[in-house]
């Protein structure tokens, strides 16, 4: 049951719902959590915030409170735990399988969600950046408890809810994608919103285009090419939307070459937030059924992406491919421990990359061929980044390549290779 009371009716053992501000308002990265200690208390408290609503079934209930059985119904484990000053760092970690059943959840209720507030706008509500923001949380916590489970999950989109789950798959991977770069937790959460409302623009896009089997007419396309501009107008209603959020929506469909849309931006001119929804957006894309094709793997949508020289930002894609542990096959990748190796087809162990060492580049000497999985969490070897295979005075790297993926030791330059 939800009920709304005031900052001084709040007990420790409560779960807060929601705050009756904006999110940038309240005090607290997460708006769903249970108050664990005095110092939320406190926090809740000297804010600004009027009320709160709280969840009386997953938490104290107001009445249990008043009588001061302060301890009876607190939840020993709570959906999105406490928020502490750092609440990505202090989810706790589930199984691929325990999260997956959580995320199914969490998908099929945030669909809903989302189709919802999506629909009210094109029915002539204001946009409500702080309406999304939950769901943001929920997408953000399951990342933390496993990185895998909920990206997995939304491979498995149906191609009449693709426009929904498509923007949460993409908040995942630009969420997931921030967190492996370091960003701070309230970049992580605004690329998290980023993501969840990149094509809110798509709208005001006729579904009969949307939904078209066969190829768009120069028409059509030319229609659907204004998305990114009609988003970006609409989120501009709310004064509160973050900086990225309108940069992502208006910007998700430049390219480094300067042949994207709307704007033709080239390189540096498109911001990093910008390259890296790009890539998020299109990798989804491709790995996922639409009206007009089915579904790439991952590492054919990877290898293509790699192939489409100019598209994306390169050092980006491959910080993208670490982050879902895909490479495409036959890349040339120098790691950690200086070793030169080879990337190789994932085959069963699709959740790691593999590849096999040849060359140490630190004593440029051949090695005995190796293969050498990359762990999830790279606390070992991990990839460091793609070479260039004249660099090391391989001209034929495509030959040599070959050789190496079929186990056979390649004949390499007779003069010492340079780094």
Not at 136 to 161: G, M, Q, Y
Not at 168 to 175: D, F, G, H, I, M
Not at 276 to 286: E, H, K, N, Q
Request: proline share 6%; aromatic share 8%.
């Amino acid at each position: 049951m939800l009920r709304r009371i005031t900052p001084d009716q709040i007990k420790i053992g409560m779960f807060i719902h929601a705050f009756d501000e904006s999110w940038l308002e309240n005090p607290f990265w997460l708006t769903r959590f249970l108050v664990k200690n005095a110092n939320d208390l406190e926090r809740i408290r000297k804010s600004a915030v009027p009320s709160v609503v709280i969840d009386e079934r997953r938490g104290l209930p107001l009445k249990a409170a008043s009588s001061g059985r302060a301890t009876a119904t607190v939840p020993t484990r709570p959906d999105l735990g406490s928020p502490p000053r750092s609440p990505l760092a202090q989810q706790q970690a589930n199984s691929f399988a325990e999260e997956t059943e959580r995320a199914t959840e969490m998908v099929r209720a945030a669909t809903d969600e989302i189709k919802a507030l999506f629909d009210a706008v094109h029915g002539g509500d204001i946009v409500n950046i702080s309406a999304f923001s939950a769901t943001v949380v929920d997408i953000i916590s399951s990342i933390e408890r496993n990185p895998r489970a909920l990206i997995a999950f939304t491979r498995l989109k149906s191609r009449d809810v693709y426009t929904y789950v498509h923007s949460l798959s993409v908040s995942a991977l630009l969420a997931s994608f921030g967190r492996s770069l370091g960003m701070t937790e309230q970049e992580v959460f605004e690329l998290g919103l980023a993501g969840l409302l990149h094509d809110i623009g798509k709208i005001f896009i006729p579904d009969a285009v949307l939904r078209k089997p066969e190829s768009l007419t120069d028409e059509e396309f030319a229609v659907v090419r204004t998305h990114p501009e009609r988003g970006h107008l609409l989120l501009c209603q709310d004064p509160t939307t973050p900086a990225v959020v309108l940069d992502v929506c208006r910007h998700h469909h430049e390219r480094v070459d300067g042949t994207g849309y709307p704007f033709r931006l080239k390189g540096e001119a498109i911001s990093r937030v910008a390259r890296m929804a790009a890539i998020c957006d299109v990798y989804d894309a491709l790995t996922s059924n639409r009206v007009y094709k089915s579904a790439w793997t991952s590492q054919q949508a990877i290898t293509k992406m790699h192939r489409w020289v100019g598209h994306f930002d390169p050092e980006l894609l491959l910080s993208f491919m670490k982050v879902i542990g895909v490479y495409p096959a036959g890349l040339l990748i120098r790691l950690p421990s200086d070793r030169l190796a080879v990337t190789l087809l994932n085959g069963r162990r699709a959740s790691r990359a593999k590849v096999r060492v040849f060359y140490c580049a630190r004593t440029r000497t051949p090695l005995p061929l190796q293969d050498v999985f990359i762990e999830d969490n790279l606390s070992h070897d991990e990839i460091l980044k793609e070479q260039d295979p004249l660099d090391w005075g391989i001209a034929n790297w495509a030959v040599v390549a070959e050789q190496l993926m079929d186990g056979k030791v390649p004949r390499l330059p007779s003069k010492p290779l340079f780094s």
